[in-house]
């Protein structure tokens, strides 16, 4: 289909056993890990926000103590934990690292999930440089050294990640938006869809799951009538909606979507972004990321839209 790109965000999954409910507990634990440098920090504060208890660099011998089951009066209460664990923590190791994970959700019973931030080597040692931060396995050593050896050290740990987020071009209220569309405490059940548009001059959305090139639609651009205004103004909507081309593409689109949205939702994803991309991020992919979050809503589904280029394509 034409304009139509699909991406993986290299999420693996985790085994069913470590996707069972609270049932038991009502704990849900998140275990935030990942490359140092890649926003640990932030995304705890966000959790925090979000309503997590959050703790990091928690030693993995003392890890089984936060997810006990309450008792007394505070039996039964749900409780959320976001808990920071890396190479900086006390005795960590990969394969340790995973076999308590296996052993919280096997005697504990509590909902656990693994999220794993990246970010590429270039823009870690760029945030190292600009921290003046030294980086933990690279005391005396150059920092891209320590990069390589500790995405060796847990490659292995990343495969088996519920999400994988790359924050080499996110900043931290993108960060927050993400987790919070993965791990709301106060979400509603179910499939969220995130729409976003963006300009291909800024790059491509790295935590996109599909990717849309709308750039063979006419471009409103090359009027000057048009050029000031964006995809949300009427005059820019009715001259991409002309286009010979829109409507067979939006409806080949909505004709894929509709049956694959109820199957992400039965494999148990609970987010999903849609990422729709033109040249300048203001016009035509800010209008069809509208149009598709309508038809989104109109099937029920929970939608956001975020407009990622559009103030900067104005500069």
């Known amino acids: 289909m034409n304009g139509l790109t699909t ?38 504060k966000a959790f925090e926000d979000l309503g997590y208890e959050a703790i990091d660099n928690v030693p993995l011998s003392l890890l089984s ?14 409780r959320s934990i976001a808990i920071g664990i890396d190479v900086r923590t006390r005795d960590f190791g990969v394969e340790p690292f995973i076999r308590e994970v296996d052993r919280l959700v096997a005697e504990r019973g509590a909902e656990v999930k693994l999220v794993f931030l ?48 790359d924050t080499t071009a996110l900043g931290p209220g993108e960060l927050k938006r993400i987790l919070e569309g993965h791990f709301g405490l106060d979400a509603e059940p179910g499939l969220a869809v995130f729409v976003g548009s963006f300009s291909f001059r800024f790059g491509l959305p790295r935590e996109a799951d599909l990717v ?17 205004l964006t995809g949300r103004d009427d005059p820019v909507a009715a001259f991409v909606a002309k286009d010979d081309g829109f409507e067979p593409f939006f409806e080949s689109l909505t004709g894929l979507l509709g049956p694959l949205l109820p199957r992400y939702a039965a494999e148990g994803k609970s987010y999903l972004t849609i990422a729709v991309g033109c040249t300048g991020g203001r016009h035509r992919s800010v209008f069809v990321a509208e149009k598709l979050a309508a038809w989104l809503q109109g099937q029920g589904q929970q939608v956001r839209v975020h407009h990622r280029d559009l103030e900067r394509s104005n500069r």
Do not use: W
């Open 118 to 165: 990246d970010c590429d080597d270039e823009a870690l040692c760029q945030r190292y440089t600009v921290t003046r931060h030294r980086h933990p396995l690279a005391l005396d050593r150059p920092v891209s050294d320590g990069i390589v050896r500790e995405r060796r050290l847990i490659f292995s740990l990343r495969g088996r990640a519920d999400i994988v987020i």
């Open 7 to 44: 991406t993986s965000n290299d999420s693996s999954e985790m085994p069913d056993r470590l996707r069972r409910t609270a049932a038991a507990t009502g704990q849900r634990v998140l275990l935030i890990t990942g490359m140092s440098g890649a926003g640990k920090t932030s995304a705890l």
């Open 65 to 78: 103590r936060l997810v006990l089951p309450r008792k007394g009066k505070d039996a039964g209460i749900e």
């Open 212 to 228: 849309l090139d709308v750039r063979f639609l006419a471009n409103p651009h090359y009027d000057p009538n048009l050029r000031p």
